[in-house]
């Protein structure tokens, strides 16, 4: 019988197990016995209905955590009359960020949206269109407000006044999904201011790579190839314009220019115009975010576009360098070349999420299916049951130390991860679907299925 933990398995064993387990490793030496694991690895093929039971505690932690109120953030007492807007007026973030205008709750709605696709679950996009339309229900509310006493932070300030990635990107690729399974023309709205925003108003190098203006004056973050990449290529499949597979590819292609270290495939955090040769911090989440954006842009531009042979370039690069660096607990490192650095779920999420799509969609090859496979094993085992997420890191800004890095704090309402994780599981349960699992030489060896 096949026991899950290796260890538990040979001390259970026959001496004739033993000596079958030894030839099967090559060995002749009876007495050979495999290395405990590391603490907490599941070395098996999950069940898809176990992918599920994690998603779906996820799910219903958003659900019961996200209240769709309106308060008085002074009093904390439910506003109701919507007839004059008050200044303190705002939206109840005291749960958390569920029913806020913001980049981690854009990548949660779009993984939502994508759990439905995969599983056929309808309660996902259920909840991910219950939100945008609470949100668009009270938008007119807190424009009148913004006009009476200037924009609120707790009043969907960011939706009312873009000024940044962080502002549209992220959860403007999300609305655009929500806007194919309903087209709500307040949605499509929506879309094309932000649309506007990315394409003409926001920061840009000359070369026309997306920047900004913080932690000095010009600065590349690798977050943002998230916060723009996945709205440009759904732009390019809304507006059925190519023009705007041509920006995703330039964002992906110039960033990495500067970003992507040669030697490992990973990234920098960020790149300084002041600074060339600024001090190099391979922080694992701003890998995730440029590893996730390059896939759903190969997943969304065309076949023959020019540039499309280089972004595949870029992300097989990537995924061999993160591959390499995989801890032998199936977690990925906060910094992904300190080993020393602790074990982090969002950035383990995001790999894990990238390396299945790559195998599922043939960018990459099926031997990088168990490095998605034990990913998954191990981020699972943080989802606790009452759906939080242990071991996310909490937001963190460009910085100029690994003292900065290590020291991030992990918190159950970092919402950074909750949305990768979603999108973990789901790709996942599509590679699962998609190959042959031979389980031999105590490894797993994927074959894609015969039709």
Same mark, same amino acid.
């Given at each position: ?33 495999? $290395? ?9 093929? #999950? ?16 659900? /019961?955590?996200?209240?769709? +109120? ?23 973030? /005291? ?8 980049? $981690? ?20 996009? @259920? ?36 000024? +940044? ?36 108003k926001q920061m840009r190098l000359p070369d026309g790579t997306l920047a900004r203006a913080r932690p000095q004056p010009v600065s590349i973050w690798a977050d943002d *190839? ?43 955090? +960020? ?20 590893? *996730? ?8 531009? #065309?076949?023959?576009?020019?540039? /499309? ?19 032998? @607990? ?22 894990t999420f990238a390396i299945a799509r790559g195998v599922n969609r043939g960018w990459l090859s099926p031997v990088y299916a168990p490095v998605a496979q034990t990913g ?43 949305? #990768? ?9 599509? *590679? ?20």
């Amino acid at each position: 019988m096949y026991l899950r933990t290796f260890g538990i398995g040979l001390a259970l064993a026959s001496p004739l197990a033993l000596i079958a387990h030894a030839q099967t490793l090559g060995r002749s030496d009876p007495s050979f016995t495999q $290395p405990s694991l590391a603490p907490g690895v599941d070395y098996v093929v #999950p069940a898809e209905s176990e992918i599920k039971g994690a998603l779906d505690r996820i799910r219903d932690y958003f659900i /019961r955590s996200t209240p769709y +109120a309106i308060i008085d953030t002074q009093t904390g007492r439910p506003i109701t009359d919507f007839a004059a807007p008050t200044k303190t007026a705002g939206v109840d973030l /005291r749960p958390g960020q569920f029913n806020d205008w913001d980049y $981690p709750m854009g990548v949660a709605l779009a993984a939502m949206l994508r759990v439905t696709a995969v599983t056929g679950d309808p309660s996902y996009q @259920a909840y991910a269109l219950k939100n945008f339309d609470f949100i668009f229900d009270h938008e007119d509310y807190f424009r009148r407000q913004a006009k009476l006493f200037g924009p609120q932070t707790y009043g969907y300030g960011r939706l009312l006044d873009m000024r +940044a990635l962080d502002d549209c990107g992220a959860i403007g690729a999300a609305l655009i999904d929500a806007w194919m399974k309903k087209p709500d023309p307040r949605y499509r709205a929506t879309i094309d201011v932000i649309a506007e925003h990315i394409a003409h108003k926001q920061m840009r190098l000359p070369d026309g790579t997306l920047a900004r203006a913080r932690p000095q004056p010009v600065s590349i973050w690798a977050d943002d *190839m998230y916060m723009s990449v996945p709205f440009l290529a759904r732009m390019g499949q809304l507006a059925k314009d190519r023009s705007w597979f041509d920006d995703a590819a330039r964002q992906i292609i110039q960033t990495s220019a500067r970003l992507q270290d040669p030697r490992s495939g990973l990234y920098d955090h +960020a790149w300084f115009e002041n600074t060339p040769n600024d001090p190099k911090f391979y922080w694992g989440r701003g890998c995730g975010w440029v590893m *996730m954006a390059a896939a759903e842009l190969l997943s969304a531009m #065309p076949e023959d576009h020019p540039d /499309r042979g280089r972004v595949l370039e870029i992300f097989q690069r990537a995924a061999q360098g993160v591959a390499a660096v995989q801890s032998g @607990a199936g977690m990925w490192h906060q910094l992904l070349d300190k080993t020393d650095s602790y074990l982090e779920t969002s950035a383990s999420a995001m790999f894990t999420f990238a390396i299945a799509r790559g195998v599922n969609r043939g960018w990459l090859s099926p031997v990088y299916a168990p490095v998605a496979q034990t990913g998954w094993q191990a981020i699972a085992a943080r989802v606790r049951p009452d759906g939080r997420i242990e071991g996310i890191c909490v937001s963190t800004t460009a910085a100029y130390d690994s003292v900065y890095y290590y020291n991030r704090p992990t918190d159950l309402g970092a919402m950074q991860g909750y949305g #990768p994780v979603l999108m973990a599981g789901a790709e996942v349960i599509a *590679m699962l679907r998609s190959f042959d699992i031979d389980h031999t030489l105590n490894t797993f060896h994927y074959r894609t299925k015969k039709k």
